[in-house]
């Protein structure tokens, strides 16, 4: 893989830099949060030693894997022409710190990388931000936001969203049931009441009744007592003229 790489054609501008997936020894001359510049010895520009090559650990500050001064072992991973700027990337994790024995004769673990960043990247080498909304437009429906392959309409007919009948219908089946219980709660009051009133009438009726028939009893023994009283007195009378 390394062979295949390497015989990439290359810009002459970068004539004069150090070869790609070479070893070297260098000075690390400044150290920022999202890696380490490295400075190679008989080279003029400095390499970036990004946070994610430090090592195959996750590292969260550099300044904790070097600092400014130390010599470490990198390899070159990376060398590009932006304008007038050459860029050298270069890798730590690829190397062993120690004896400087390179830990990626391959060339894997740089293609993977290689790959994992042109990803987030087109051709314009700008950063692709995605969208909630694809920026299209349909030439078969005239709508935004879809491509023409994914489109369902028809052409030249336009489409929208019903209210599906099955959601409707267990709301309504739930109101009328809802009323169907309040007249019947409120049949069953009237009833109640409707039964109380008679069975007060019925009482009242009752209690008349028999506050007359004994107002009746009463006045037959009054008068049957004064029948007997005048038989008394006549039967009095009588033998008083007898003797």
């Known amino acids: 893989m390394s062979d295949r790489v390497g015989s990439k054609a290359e810009p002459s501008g970068l004539d004069g830099l150090p070869p790609l997936f070479s070893i070297s020894k260098g000075e690390v001359?400044?150290?920022?949060t999202y890696g380490a510049f490295v400075r190679l010895p008989g080279y003029k520009n400095q390499g970036l030693v990004h946070v994610s090559e430090m090592s195959?650990?996750?590292?969260?500050?550099?300044?904790?894997?070097?600092?400014?001064?130390?010599?470490?072992?990198?390899?070159?991973?990376?060398?590009?022409?932006?304008?007038?700027?050459?860029?050298l990337s270069f890798s730590m994790k690829a190397v062993n710190q120690g004896t400087g024995r390179d830990l990626d004769p391959n060339n894997v673990m740089a293609d993977?990388?290689?790959?994992?960043?042109?990803?987030?990247?087109?051709?314009?080498?700008?950063?692709?931000?995605?969208?909630?909304?694809?920026?299209?437009?349909?030439?078969k429906c005239g709508c935004k936001g879809h491509f023409t392959k994914d489109c369902f309409s028809a052409p030249g007919l336009q489409y929208?969203?019903?209210?599906?009948?099955?959601?409707?219908?267990?709301?309504?089946?739930?109101?009328?049931?809802?009323?169907?219980?309040?007249?019947?709660?409120?049949?069953?009051?009237?009833?109640?009441?409707?039964?109380?009133?008679?069975?007060?009438?019925?009482?009242?009726?009752?209690?008349?009744?028999?506050?007359?028939?004994?107002s009746?009893?009463?006045?037959?023994?009054?008068?049957?007592?004064?029948?007997?009283?005048?038989?008394?007195?006549?039967?009095k009378h009588k033998s008083h003229k007898h003797s």
């Open 160 to 214: 929208t969203l019903l209210p599906e009948e099955d959601d409707e219908e267990p709301l309504q089946q739930t109101s009328t049931s809802a009323n169907r219980e309040d007249t019947d709660k409120r049949k069953k009051k009237k009833e109640k009441k409707i039964k109380k009133k008679r069975k007060k009438e019925r009482k009242d009726s009752e209690s008349d009744s028999g506050s007359d028939s004994s």
């Open 56 to 87: 195959a650990s996750r590292v969260e500050n550099p300044s904790e894997i070097v600092d400014v001064g130390e010599q470490v072992w990198i390899k070159v991973i990376g060398r590009e022409i932006h304008g007038e700027k050459v860029k």
């Open 216 to 235: 009746e009893c009463k006045s037959k023994r009054q008068r049957h007592d004064r029948e007997d009283k005048k038989k008394k007195k006549h039967k």
């Open 112 to 139: 993977q990388d290689a790959r994992r960043r042109k990803q987030f990247k087109d051709g314009t080498r700008n950063k692709i931000t995605l969208e909630a909304v694809l920026n299209t437009t349909c030439s």
């Open 29 to 32: 001359v400044s150290v920022q």
